[in-house]
């Protein structure tokens, strides 16, 4: 298929009116209506104006917040003090002793007994029987179960006694 190619010279010349055209359009909106410009510098002066009033302002604000919470803040640290004074008078040892005496009717001792321990001896671990004397008499065998119990608890398996243990 043939095209037909235009002269070099009718080529530019068309180019030159392209470019024309196009910058005609574009200056046409500025140069026809100088007032829009006019009203997006008025506008655009509006908003700088704007920003630099409601900036401060903001920080203002803020400003006014923090010192109305700094004061909050002191207050309840006040309250707490006060509160920490009362728990520390409420805990005295001497408010405790006094409501023991008065409203509980306790008194101190007249003597103190200090009673004797015996000196701790390692249990022996054996099978599930426990051992019982043979010329043991009621008490010496309940003694013997007792402990056997309570050495059962604390180790946690059956535990023979021993005589005298």
Do not use: F, K
């Not at 109305?68 to 405790?96: D, K």
């Not at 409501?99 to 001792?109: F, N």
């Amino acid at each position: 298929m043939m095209v037909a190619r235009l002269p070099a010279y009718h080529r530019r010349t068309q180019v030159r009116r392209r470019r024309a055209r196009s910058s005609a359009r574009a200056g046409t909106i500025w140069s026809r209506h100088p007032e829009y410009v006019a009203i997006l510098l008025l506008a655009g002066c509006a908003l700088m104006g704007l920003a630099l009033v409601a900036l401060p302002a903001n920080t203002m604000a803020a400003s006014y917040e923090m010192a109305s919470l700094r004061a909050r803040l002191s207050l309840l640290q006040q309250e707490v003090s006060g509160l920490e004074m009362q728990l520390a008078a409420l805990e005295s040892l001497e408010r405790i002793d006094r409501i023991a005496r008065e409203q509980l009717g306790m008194r101190e001792p007249a003597q103190v007994r200090l009673l004797p321990v015996e000196e701790a001896r390692p249990l022996v671990l054996a099978g599930p029987d426990l051992w019982q004397p043979e010329d043991a008499g009621p008490w010496e065998t309940l003694a013997s179960r007792v402990r056997a119990l309570i050495a059962r608890a604390v180790v946690g398996r059956p535990v023979q006694a021993g005589p005298g243990r």
